[in-house]
């Protein structure tokens, strides 16, 4: 079965970096959405960033753009999220997603699959 395993969380003070991986399995990588996106408490869950395997085309949030930065490993069918000059508003669960076909790419509604997520903390 599909499986997505984050890693990477941790806590950074503000202006600091992380990359969170996602590593997955249990699928063919071609034409695929895989994106992430983040929650906190009490709040619904938006996207960050999405690639697209095919064509390493990418998206991002108008919160991260200049930021963050979405890369992938086609073969090992991870995705990679860096996130750069972080802020406390950053602080969230950031989960890995799959989509068989995205019409929104940063939609989470558009994604069949998630992995358990990892807890990424900025201190101000």
């Known amino acids: 079965q599909v499986r997505l395993v984050e890693s990477g969380g941790g806590s950074v003070q503000a202006g600091g970096s992380l990359r969170v991986s996602c590593v997955g399995s249990?699928?063919?990588?071609?034409?695929?959405?895989m994106g992430w996106f983040r929650q906190v408490p009490g709040k619904e869950r938006e996207g960050v960033a999405s690639?697209?395997?095919?064509?390493?085309?990418?998206y991002y949030a108008d919160s991260v753009e200049g930021r963050f930065t979405i890369s992938q490993e086609y073969a090992k069918k991870t995705v990679y999220l860096q996130m750069d000059s972080l802020k406390p508003e950053d602080t969230a669960m950031y989960y890995c997603?799959?989509?068989?076909?995205?019409?929104?790419?940063?939609?989470?509604?558009?994604?069949?699959?998630w992995g358990q997520g990892t807890q990424v903390t900025v201190s101000s």
């Open positions: 997603a799959l989509s068989d076909s995205a019409t929104n790419p940063l939609d989470p509604s558009n994604y069949h699959y």
């Open positions: 249990g699928f063919s990588v071609g034409a695929k959405d």
């Open positions: 690639i697209y395997t095919d064509s390493g085309a990418t």
